[in-house]
């Protein structure tokens, strides 16, 4: 099974901030790769799909890149409404495994 | 606007059974594979379960296959998880997810729309 990892686990930054979170996949996923962002009480929102697609009515802020086994979430300028919890994904075929997250706060 | 709303949520003893919901809005729902995805307090997101549009083809996580099963009714646009045998590592709100696809498969797995989630807790 392929195995996802996120770095960091945890970030703080300042509101406009460049802020990078990485995500890196076990074996090579090529570009099956999502993007979540997670808050309490809020329905998770897609932000990137397919490694590096701007998911409809996402800020331009934010995007994605990367291919194989690395990959990046890049928030161009920190927001305060950024604070979240943020899940990389892989996909392929029957396999949907998820990264451990990386929690993003305000310093 | 797309709505996706579970319900169902409850305490629930380890060994017992629940069934969840989730009611969809805003779009085909036939037309579209879901999923079951859900997440333990403290911990990450865990896919569940995943049907396919027309509710032909299911496909569960090794850590509930045995236990849970995913249905749907495309005439009441609901998605359903029963979760027998629950045990205390079950506990976690769970959501029910839009894919972009129909069929599971190569392609399925972008999670275009969630809900908010419903809680059970299995106590021991």
């Known amino acids: 099974d392929i195995q996802m990892t996120q770095s960091p686990s945890s970030l703080s930054a300042s509101i406009g901030d460049r802020v990078t979170i990485t995500c890196q996949a076990s074996e090579d996923i090529t570009n099956s790769l999502n993007w979540y962002q997670l808050k309490p009480g809020k329905a998770p929102r897609l932000l990137i799909y397919g490694a590096s697609n701007l998911e409809s009515g996402v800020p331009s802020r934010f995007s994605g890149s990367g291919s194989g086994t690395d990959f990046t979430l890049t928030i161009s300028s920190l927001q305060p409404e950024d604070i979240s919890t943020y899940f990389c994904q892989h996909y392929d075929d029957l396999a949907f495994t998820f990264g451990p997250g990386t929690k993003l706060d305000i310093k | 606007e797309v709505q996706l709303l579970e319900s169902g949520g409850d305490l629930v003893q380890s060994g017992g059974s629940l069934r969840v919901s989730c009611v969809a809005s805003g779009f085909t729902f036939s037309s579209h594979a879901m999923s079951w995805i859900r997440q333990a307090p403290g911990k990450g997101l865990e896919w569940v379960s995943s049907?396919?549009?027309?509710?032909?083809?299911?496909y569960s996580a090794d850590s509930v296959r045995g236990r849970f099963t995913v249905s749907r009714d495309n005439s009441k646009n609901t998605l359903y998880l029963q979760m027998n045998w629950l045990r205390a590592e079950d506990t976690a709100i769970y959501y029910c997810?839009?894919?972009?696809?129909?069929?599971?498969?190569?392609?399925?797995?972008?999670?275009?729309?969630w809900g908010q989630g419903t809680l059970v807790t299995v106590s021991s």
């Open positions: 049907i396919n549009g027309y509710g032909e083809s299911t």
């Open positions: 997810a839009k894919d972009r696809a129909f069929r599971l498969g190569p392609g399925a797995g972008i999670f275009e729309s």
